[in-house]
């Protein structure tokens, strides 16, 4: 079966910790994307790749890392700087970019901070 | 820039009753719009989508949405919801520029 999938399904940060969430696509599609989604809010845009080795900062980048060593990974990893991690963490992969492209999410990674 | 603004936050109904979910975009260039639902702890998934040509859109599960230019709207529409119909529901805009943008939601909770 195609589709995406993102690990683990929940994750719980020590202060000072870096932690990792993995995505992984195949899909075949060339666009992946990292939003945050926190209750009663949509989803906000933190970085998105159109092609392997390049990756753009979204609207809250600030505190998270990304690469895009592989066309089929996009792993995310919250750095001790994000001072509010507790979200829902979803991952998206579209064809190419394309404005018009449906986004196709994985079932999210759930942040909790100790 | 574009906004999308969700209307309500909250629309309750009773099983069989009809349903809009209202969405508002504003946006100086063409869009192309977007209505994604969301089960509770899983991510998005579409419903349907505007990108050009007829204004009304329809799901394969009864929903429809018509979009409309001159109000900026995209309200998504069913004449006769079920249980299984309550999730979240996000209506999103992109332009050209590429990136989405969406609205804050709306949690549909259909009633016995």
Same mark, same amino acid.
């Given at each position: 079966?195609?589709?995406?999938?993102?690990?683990?399904?929940?994750?719980?940060?020590?202060?000072?910790?870096?932690?990792?969430?993995? *995505?992984?696509?195949?899909?075949?599609?060339?666009?992946?994307?990292?939003?945050?989604?926190?209750?009663?809010?949509?989803?906000?845009?933190?970085? @998105?790749?159109?092609?392997?080795?390049?990756?753009?900062? !979204?609207?809250?980048?600030? !505190?998270?890392?990304?690469?895009?060593?592989?066309?089929? &990974?996009?792993?995310?990893?919250?750095?001790?700087?994000?001072?509010?991690?507790?979200?829902?963490?979803? *991952?998206? &992969? &579209?064809?190419?970019?394309?404005?018009?492209?449906?986004? @196709?999410?994985?079932?999210?990674?759930?942040?909790?901070?100790? | 820039?574009?906004?999308?603004?969700?209307?309500?936050?909250?629309?309750?109904?009773?099983?069989?009753?009809?349903?809009?979910? %209202?969405?508002?975009?504003?946006?100086?260039?063409?869009?192309?719009?977007?209505?994604?639902?969301?089960?509770?702890?899983?991510?998005?998934?579409?419903?349907?989508?505007?990108?050009?040509?007829?204004?009304?859109?329809?799901?394969?599960?009864?929903?429809?949405?018509?979009?409309?230019?001159?109000?900026?709207?995209?309200?998504? %529409?069913?004449?006769?919801?079920?249980?299984?119909?309550?999730?979240?529901?996000?209506?999103?805009?992109?332009?050209?520029?590429?990136?989405?943008?969406?609205?804050?939601?709306?949690?549909?909770?259909?009633?016995?």
């Amino acid at each position: 079966d195609g589709g995406i999938t993102q690990s683990p399904k929940y994750l719980f940060r020590k202060e000072g910790q870096n932690v990792t969430l993995s *995505c992984e696509q195949n899909l075949n599609h060339d666009a992946m994307y990292w939003y945050r989604q926190d209750p009663g809010q949509g989803l906000r845009l933190i970085y @998105y790749s159109q092609i392997v080795n390049d990756f753009q900062k !979204g609207d809250i980048a600030e !505190g998270y890392s990304v690469s895009r060593e592989k066309k089929e &990974s996009f792993p995310l990893t919250v750095t001790s700087a994000q001072k509010n991690p507790t979200a829902f963490y979803l *991952c998206a &992969s &579209s064809t190419t970019g394309s404005a018009g492209e449906t986004q @196709y999410f994985g079932p999210g990674t759930r942040l909790l901070v100790l | 820039a574009q906004s999308v603004t969700q209307l309500d936050s909250q629309v309750p109904v009773f099983e069989e009753a009809p349903v809009e979910l %209202r969405c508002n975009y504003s946006s100086s260039v063409s869009v192309y719009l977007f209505w994604y639902v969301q089960y509770p702890n899983q991510g998005l998934q579409l419903l349907l989508k505007y990108l050009s040509g007829s204004t009304l859109v329809e799901s394969i599960n009864g929903f429809e949405a018509e979009f409309n230019k001159s109000q900026t709207s995209f309200h998504l %529409r069913k004449p006769s919801v079920h249980i299984s119909d309550t999730a979240e529901y996000f209506c999103a805009a992109n332009t050209n520029a590429g990136k989405s943008t969406f609205g804050d939601g709306t949690t549909l909770t259909v009633k016995p």
